[in-house]
Nanobody, 123 residues
Framework: VQLQASGGGLVQAGDSLRLSCATS????????VGWFRQAPGKEREFVAA????????NYIDSVKGRFTISRGNAKNMVYLQMNSLKFEDTAVYYC?????????????????WGQGTLVTVSS
C-alpha cells in the first residue's frame, strides 16, 4: 500500500495550504484516514482524522476552526485544508490509513503511512 502526501510548502503566517493524500480507492474505502505532524525535535502528534464515509471528523484542539479534513469525490483522495496558518504549524505532515473505519487519534490506530510533506510557516 502506498500513500502519497503532497501540498506542503513555505508560506507566511495567516496563509492557507491544502494537503492531499492519495492512494488507491480500495485502500481508502471502509478505512479512516488521519493526518499527523512532527515538528523538529518533537514527537509526532495527531492533527485530524476522518471516518470511512466522511461522517465523523476529529481534530486536535489547536487546529479546530482553522483546519478541515475531507474526502474527495474520487474516493481515493483525502484533503487537509489549512487556513490561518501559524508558525507553530510548521512540521512534516503525514497521512495514514486503516484498518479501522472510525477516526483514531493515536498513531497506533493506523497501519499504512505516507512519506510526509513539509509545511513551513514563517512568522
Amino acid at each position: 500500500v502506498q500513500l502519497q502526501a503532497s501540498g506542503g510548502g513555505l508560506v507566511q503566517a495567516g496563509d492557507s495550504l491544502r494537503l492531499s493524500c492519495a492512494t488507491s480507492k480500495r485502500t481508502f474505502s471502509n478505512n479512516a484516514v488521519g493526518w499527523f505532524r512532527q515538528a523538529p525535535g518533537k514527537e509526532r502528534e495527531f492533527v485530524a482524522a476522518i471516518s470511512w464515509n466522511g461522517g465523523i471528523t476529529n481534530y486536535i484542539d489547536s487546529v479546530k476552526g482553522r483546519f478541515t479534513i475531507s474526502r474527495g469525490n474520487a474516493k481515493n483522495m483525502v484533503y487537509l485544508q489549512m487556513n490561518s496558518l501559524k508558525f507553530e504549524d510548521t512540521a512534516v505532515y503525514y497521512c495514514a490509513v486503516g484498518p479501522r473505519s472510525v477516526p483514531q487519534s493515536s498513531s497506533s490506530g493506523y497501519r499504512y503511512w505516507g512519506q510526509g510533506t513539509l509545511v513551513t510557516v514563517s512568522s
